[in-house]
C-alpha cells in the first residue's frame, strides 16, 4: 500500500514537472531569439534619467525651453528604443546605434545623463543590443520545433 501510494505521488510530481516544462523551454526560445537583456538596460536607462529630470521637492515646478523638454524626450525615446529592440530584433543594430548615441547625448542633455548612472546604463545596453546574436537551438529545441511544425533554418 505505501509504495502504490510513494508511486502515485512520484508520478504526480512527474506529471507537473512535464506540464512545466515546455513553458520554460518556450519562454527561453523566445529570449534566446531577441536582445532581452540591453533592451532592459535601455528601458531601466531611461527610466532613471526620467526620474532625475524630474526632481522637484515642494511646489509645482514647470521647465520650458530646451532644457525640459531634452529632460522628456531623451528618456522617453531611451525607453522606446529598448522595448523596440526587444520586439524587433531584425533590426538590432540600428536600434543599438541610435540608443548608444542618444545614450552619450544625454550626458548633455540630462543632468548629467541621470547622474552618470542612466548614461552609463545606456550604453551598456546599447553596446549589448548592437553585439547581440541570436543563440542556437539545442537538440531537444529543435526537436520541439519540428514537433510543433515550426520551420527552423537547417545547421551545417
Known amino acids: 500500500m ?6 502515485a505521488e512520484s508520478s504526480e510530481t512527474a506529471m507537473t514537472d512535464a506540464q512545466h516544462a515546455p513553458a520554460e523551454s518556450g519562454f527561453r526560445h523566445w529570449r534566446r531569439q531577441r536582445p ?12 532613471e534619467m526620467f526620474f532625475s529630470g524630474q526632481l522637484d521637492f515642494g511646489e ?4 520650458l525651453g530646451i532644457e525640459g523638454l531634452q529632460a522628456t ?10 522595448v523596440l529592440a526587444v520586439l524587433m530584433p531584425a533590426h538590432h543594430v540600428f536600434y543599438g546605434v541610435i540608443a548608444l548615441a542618444v545614450a552619450l547625448y544625454s550626458l548633455v542633455g540630462v543632468n548629467l545623463g541621470g ?12 553596446i549589448l543590443v548592437v553585439a547581440w546574436m541570436p543563440g542556437r537551438l539545442t537538440r531537444r529545441e529543435r526537436r520541439a520545433a519540428r514537433r510543433d511544425g515550426q520551420v527552423e533554418e537547417q545547421d551545417a
Open 115 to 126: 547622474f552618470v548612472v542612466g548614461m552609463l546604463l545606456g550604453c551598456i545596453g546599447g
Open 36 to 47: 532581452l537583456i540591453g533592451g532592459v538596460l535601455l528601458v531601466v536607462s531611461g527610466i
Open 2 to 7: 505505501l509504495l502504490s501510494d510513494e508511486f
Open 60 to 63: 509645482l515646478h514647470i521647465q
Open 73 to 82: 524626450i531623451i528618456p522617453i525615446l531611451l525607453v522606446l528604443l529598448g
